[in-house]
């Protein structure tokens, strides 16, 4: 296949419908932490949490491995097809898992808990800012500008490898990341 323009059902932009659903769903943190309801604020946290941490080791794990390995064409495809609907997912519920994680830890004490106890929230605090720093001002970013240059007509395929050459590694360190918060939560349930 060459390297022509793809067609609009291939390239699709973002769906403004769902920044609409993506803003309700920020309004909906905020009103969920104004209530300050144990369980609805616990399961907000849980759900976005699970979702983000899947998708995440998803998309590192198999789907990045699967696309190495086919046509840059068949790469283009599947890309143009998966940014535009990850690219306000992923910040959303990683906002809304480290916010409704913050308040839910504020609520049950502890951010209050004694040393070395301490130690598992500090660490949960410090892998979630880990995460977000990385996965908002690097991952997100990279997506944004390899997605543009894959839109262009005729990709510099140069360009986007520089793009992705560290790429790689800090999906696996997300991924590192996403695990080793999974075993700091796993502390947190089952008592500091």
């Excluded at 997506?143 to 520089?162: A, S, T």
């Amino acid at each position: 296949m060459s390297q022509a323009a793809l067609p609009d059902d291939v390239a699709p932009s973002v769906n403004p419908w769902h920044l609409v659903g993506y803003g309700a769903l920020l309004v909906l943190m905020v009103f969920v932490i104004w209530l300050d309801d144990h369980f609805v604020l616990n399961f907000m946290h849980v759900m976005s949490g699970v979702l983000w941490t899947g998708i995440d080791l998803f998309m590192g794990f198999y789907v990045g491995p699967a696309l190495r390995s086919t046509p840059f064409e068949a790469r283009r495809a599947v890309t143009m097809r998966l940014v535009p609907r990850t690219l306000f997912l992923m910040p959303t519920l990683a906002i809304i898992t480290g916010t409704t994680g913050w308040f839910h830890a504020r609520q049950l004490g502890f951010l209050d808990t004694p040393w070395p106890q301490y130690g598992w929230v500090l660490a949960a605090l410090v892998i979630i800012t880990i995460l977000t720093v990385q996965g908002l001002g690097v991952l997100l970013p990279t997506n944004v500008r390899v997605y543009l240059e894959l839109r262009k007509p005729l990709p510099d395929r140069e360009r986007i490898g520089r793009l992705l050459k560290s790429y790689v590694y800090l999906v696996g360190f997300q991924g590192l990341m996403q695990v080793a918060m999974i075993v700091v939560m796993a502390k947190f349930v089952t008592g500091l």
